[in-house]
């Protein structure tokens, strides 16, 4: 703590301290932050997982080692204990082919194209005429007449006008999600989706996309908004141009994995636990930079702060590293089993699953009560520029924990970037600031403090 | 128009209508963010100026050609009038060869050095032992027998606890300034300053530097922040390690350069002026994609938004885009100097010289009338989530036009990665979110409509 006593002479935050404001809270915070914009080690976790153990699809190599990797890390930053859940996992492989072309009066052109998580592979190369569309409904409209044998080719952009890209996202996801099963009712034999990306790039964006036992299962591929710009443009000009592609995923039985857990104990309720987790899986065509590196390393940074702080919880902390929330979810799924089964008291819970960008606020999800005592700890996150709490949505893989008492949050940092790197290659060391990181890091550490402080 | 009647059918953003707003005004702005989002052409003007123009320091051919380049655009855009304002600029040229070698007793390894704007060139290889100094006040601690025929190594990073990397920058940038007269005041015959970035990373950034009439002029370079670590490492082990750099550039007569103006006329008060502006200088290392490229398109882009939604302002708009803001700022002084030759009211002018990150809010420099006129837009601009206001600070360019009744602004974006890319060679256009930037030209719009509706 000796280094710590010397930042109190520096303070370089504007000192806004209000009547019911708690000064040593406030000092803390300031404290904490300082701290972790001069000694933060989020962007070295994060740098070290990227490079040491890379991606970490569910069921992949990469997956193991990264169980092994933070489980080492833990233990060796000295929480009080770190352990594994065993939970089983889906097991997709992309396979080793992957290509497209696009084939006009003109000649072939290559498209970037890349298979959707979940996609069986193509029977060889598929080769087939191409039916554009931007929703289901014009499916319906052109019926089975024009779409049987084709493959058809979903070109709905994320609408830029949000002011949040996630809620782009939101408008453009269920043409990954479903759309060969749609497309399937009308006897397409493949699908080509539009990357969901806003920008105009190179890069196909995978995801996971779902059948449905009602209908046939086929082929499903993103594509580069690029690609998809030239596709539509050719088929203005001829609707007979071809589309070839080969994708060679296929499914492995299920496999065991884990969610990695690390803990603080709590001095006054060891038995009562607030939670901050992201998702140790990712994708795995970059090394899963934002999604969800970022939120492992933050998760893990968060509690090595408060540790290094010299912070003695009240409540037990736990960093909680779940696996295949990409494809599956049954990570988080087999926490809350686990959680309610073992009769653990659970106060919070917060996720940080949307990328390293400068970090705004918190999306909260709790009673009325939570939530105005929560909105309260403006008063202390203003100063640090995290202050904009927005209603729900707090992350996918601590949703399973809901009970109507637990309450459940999610760092907001800033999205407009977000889905520049989503599920793709791009998703990379890179493309991550790590004053943005250590932010992030922080506003959590804060929040997990507050909560401990503050929740009875 | 009528592509923008549409828009209302799908607004995105939500609607917190207050008693006091003025609906008109409030659906006017959420058009024109809804336009910029959807067709906005900033990215497209600013990947032109880097990749048609390139880099553009004063005096150079590549500031010639922005100024032709800038001047062409704007009148193809149908400005009212375009014009250009004789401006002289000083000259100083970086010259071919710039290397540096750090040799210790193991051996020679390579340092990334870059002249600082300014310098004298080496001559030949300036080779010296090191004295590494924090601050001007180690110089005088140290005097001329530790100092004398050596090359002094200003090593103090930008201090990370900042929240804004403004401040870190304000609190670093006087040993680039100010560095090689406050050593060569001690027999130095070089300086070398640690780069203003809070990355650690491989590139020299550049910068201006001035000397001193009273002492010699001794050369100055930056040398990177890896590098710097490295030279501090080594300096702990063995003082007597030696620095050899060179580096060529040197200073030609001022140069006949331009400020490029253009106008969109006043319907009511034309003889009264608002101005949006950044500057059309910029270092040579990278293209300026950031400071200020991206001032410039969206200086550019916010008339063409207002005429694009058909707007027909009251006062007299112009684009401004200013000549030499890097190394003199003559062509701020100059458009200063004509303005109040020629009589001009200036209502308000407001710079975009911070960067094209997510735009959070303007800096506000008035009247406190004025001021408090200015921070009502927040019920305008809530929505769209860049109300935060803060005092003083507008802009370089715009300062010489202070004269107690101008309203000074600048825009403020997100400040945490522009010292990334700050005078270095990464400040090109792949480091720049096309979002981002429309987000600001979008704002800078929307305040000068707001201006033209609110002021007297």
Known sequence: MKKLITFVGALAFGFSLQAQVDSTKYNFIKQLFEYSLTDGKSYDFLSRLCSEVGPRLSGSEG???????????????????????????????????????????????????????????????????????????????????????????????????????????????????????????????????????????????????AYSDKYDKIPAAAVSTVDAEEIHKQLTADEHIKIAYKISSYWRPDTLSHNVIGEIKGTEKPEEYIVVGGHLDSWDLGTGAHDDGAGVAQSIEALRLLKAMGYEPKHTLRTVLFMNEENGLRGGKKYAELAKENKEKHIMAVETDAGSSYPEGFR?????????????YRDYLEDFDI???????SGADIGPLKNGEVFLAGLNPNSQRYFDYHHAASDVIENVNPRELQLGAAALAAFIYLVDQTFE
Chains 1, 2 share one sequence.
């Open 364 to 376: 909260l999800d709790g009673t009325p009560e939570q939530i105005e005592l929560v909105k309260s």
């Open 63 to 209: 997956a193991a080692e990264a169980v092994v990797f933070t489980d080492q890390l833990m233990t060796d930053l000295g929480f009080d204990s770190v352990f594994l859940q065993e939970v089983m996992v889906p097991n997709w492989k992309r396979g080793d082919e992957e290509f497209g072309f696009l084939k006009t009066q003109s000649g072939e052109s290559l498209i970037r194209v890349t298979a959707l998580g979940g996609s069986i592979k193509t029977d060889g190369v598929l080769e087939a005429e191409v039916v554009e569309v931007q929703n289901f409904g014009d499916l319906e409209r052109l019926g089975k007449k024009a779409i049987k044998g084709k493959i058809v080719f979903y070109n709905r952009p994320m609408n830029p006008v949000h002011l949040s890209t996630f809620t782009a996202y939101g408008g453009g996801v269920d043409q990954r999600w479903k759309g060969a099963q749609e497309a399937a009712k009308y006897g397409a034999v493949g699908v080509l989706v539009r990357s969901l990306t806003l920008r105009l790039d190179t890069l196909p964006h995978t995801g996971s996309m």
């Open 387 to 393: 202050y904009k709490f927005k209603k729900g949505g």
